[in-house]
């Protein structure tokens, strides 16, 4: 396991808590630039949103001035966390019916953390540039993906509001 540094954990803290703050950002300010950067609702998806954004900025933050490709790790952990949130969330939700607000923070903590160790692990990508080029053309897709669902969300158990509802009545099979 990686030796983690004072600056890692520290923008592990203040990620994971910029994180829980954009949660809340839209229902504060709700505008379509607030809507962009944080969740609208409780949709599994929309979650997405307060891993994503914190984490590229740490890691925009972390990696300046570094070596070619040292972005590569980062962008390839940020897709896995995505990826293993909305895993996780319809697990949980959609198939567990689960509802607990701490396992819900549970889950975005332990994604959230995993998110600064993980680079570490998958450092050797950086030696190959095609990777580079690919994760972050798979990072801006992402990105681009989120704005655009956040306006024009599909019809799909995704992207439904998962708030203030039972979880088994909102799949619709």
């Known amino acids: ?6 600056k890692l954990l520290a923008a592990f803290a203040v990620t994971t808590l910029a994180g829980a703050c954009l949660h809340f950002l839209y229902v504060l300010l709700p505008n379509p630039v607030t809507a962009v950067l944080a969740p609208v609702n409780e949709s599994l998806w929309e979650h997405g949103k307060i891993l994503l954004w914190p984490y590229l900025t740490a890691m925009l933050l972390l990696t300046r001035n570094g070596p070619p490709g040292c972005r590569t790790p980062w962008m390839l952990t940020a897709l896995v966390m995505v990826a293993a949130m909305l895993g996780a969330g319809w697990v949980y939700h959609m198939t567990l019916g689960g509802e607990a607000l701490m396992v819900d923070i549970g889950i975005y903590v332990v994604l959230m953390a995993a998110g600064f160790l993980l680079p570490e692990l998958l450092s050797g990508a950086s030696e190959h540039s095609f990777l580079g080029t690919l994760s972050a053309l798979a990072v801006l897709a ?11 969300p599909p019809d799909h158990p995704l992207f439904l509001d998962l708030s203030g509802v039972n979880t088994w009545s909102t799949i619709p099979y």
């Not at 992402?142 to 024009?152: E, N």
């Open 1 to 6: 396991m990686p030796k983690l540094s004072g």
């Open 142 to 152: 992402l990105s681009v993906a989120l704005v655009l669902f956040t306006f024009l």
